[in-house]
């Protein structure tokens, strides 16, 4: 299994904190936002390879960062050749553009790189391996009218399969959101162009989930713990004081 993290958008949600720093290697509690998603993979010892997907405006940034990061991964990072938010590639165009840059015929494990949270990816792992069929992570935001609305809701059955994904919907079926954090088995690589090619959203991983859970199974794995997800000023500032608490409580 090789890991992709996406860190090809532009934050600029977050401006002027991401004008000239991409947002996973914003600061949170002294460390990186992707060091902390490195952290995370690192107990997945099978996992011995990561692909960060970034764009031509803040390559640059990132292999400076490579060079001066420590890790038992071997870390590459791509260059999707996009210069603006208006022209990037988007998630699932990241995640195929990274297939076929490397090469990749492998499982993958894709996580966002504005993905913050506390929980082991173990238990998803253990899903993954012993179902052989793509597992989705999920948080249950408690919720559904308040605030799932503003991610993409999923709705699973009683043995854990997906059977409906709804992006921001104005009335969400569940308090079940994507949190960016996908085990997808090889068979279901493939079917990246696929998707692009009938018209999804290649913005919104979820698109690629949602398609998927229309032709075959894929799975959903429940975390529970905390987790951000970086897209305001007010989310980095509550993520960085919870973390740098936590940091000095330990």
């Known amino acids: 299994m090789k890991s992709i993290v996406l860190a090809a958008g532009y934050g600029t949600r977050l401006y002027p904190l991401t004008k000239d720093r991409p947002k996973p290697l914003l600061p949170i509690a002294g460390k990186p936002i992707i060091e902390h998603i490195i952290a995370k993979l690192d107990p997945i010892t099978y996992i011995q390879e990561i692909f960060v997907v970034t764009n031509d405006r803040f390559y640059p940034h990132f292999r400076k960062w490579e060079d001066g990061f420590q890790s038992r991964f071997t870390i590459r990072v791509i260059n999707d050749g996009t210069r603006s938010n208006e ?143 970086i897209g305001s000023q007010e989310q980095y500032t509550a993520a960085d004081e919870h973390y740098t608490t936590k940091e000095n409580h330990m």
């Not at 990749?104 to 899903?127: K, P, Q, S, W, Y």
């Not at 009683?158 to 079926?173: C, I, M, S, W």
């Not at 698109?207 to 713990?225: M, P």
Request: glycine share 10%; net charge negative; with cysteine.
């Open 87 to 229: 022209d990037r590639l988007g998630a699932i165009g990241d995640i195929h553009f990274a297939v076929q840059f490397a090469g990749l015929d492998d499982d993958l494990l894709v996580i966002g790189g504005d993905n913050l949270f506390d929980f082991n990816l173990t238990g998803a792992a253990e899903e993954f391996l012993r179902r052989r069929r793509s597992v989705v992570g999920l948080f249950d935001m408690k919720d559904p009218g308040k605030v799932a609305r503003l991610y993409g809701v999923v709705s699973v059955d009683e043995n854990g399969r997906v059977t409906r994904l709804d992006e921001k919907p104005e009335h969400p079926r569940s308090a079940l959101i994507s949190t960016a954090i996908y085990f997808l088995c090889s068979e279901d690589v493939q079917e990246l162009k696929r998707c692009i090619e009938s018209g999804y959203n290649p913005d919104n991983a979820g698109d690629f989930i949602r398609y998927l859970s229309e032709k075959r199974e894929v799975f959903a794995h429940i975390f529970d713990g905390v987790w951000y997800d």
